[in-house]
């Protein structure tokens, strides 16, 4: 089965970072996109940053110059770097992975999410 496994959450000060890891694992013919989305309390669910199996990124306006997103080919596994963080970064983070399994076409496969607090 095709699962996305996220780790790297957790609590940190205003103007700290942290290291996002998704790796993706399970019977993968190949990826496409991969990308962090997040969700904070009262509001919807919004990209933060996606990179394409070329290298090609986009960030969200609020995040850009602050987080990075890369991937491990290799290791199917993305990565989000964020640093400056502040209390406006607190969310749920969501890992997606556009790929394909057995089936002819590609298909949204979403991580469990992980708690990111900036708080002090």
């Known amino acids: 089965q095709v699962r996305l496994v996220e780790s790297g959450g957790g609590l940190v000060q205003p103007g700290g970072s942290l290291r996002l890891s998704c790796a993706a694992s399970g019977s993968i013919f190949s990826i496409n996109t991969m990308g962090w989305y997040r969700q904070a309390p009262g509001k919807e669910r919004e990209l933060v940053a996606s990179i394409t199996s070329g290298g090609f990124t986009n960030y969200a306006a609020s995040v850009k110059g602050r987080f990075t997103i890369s991937r491990d080919n290799a290791k199917n596994t993305v990565y989000l770097q964020m640093n400056s963080l502040k209390p406006e970064d607190t969310a749920v983070y969501y890992c997606?992975?556009?790929?394909?399994?057995?089936?002819?076409?590609?298909?949204?496969?979403w991580g469990q999410g992980t708690q990111v607090v900036v708080s002090s």
């Open positions: 997606k992975a556009d790929l394909r399994g057995s089936s002819w076409y590609y298909s949204d496969y």
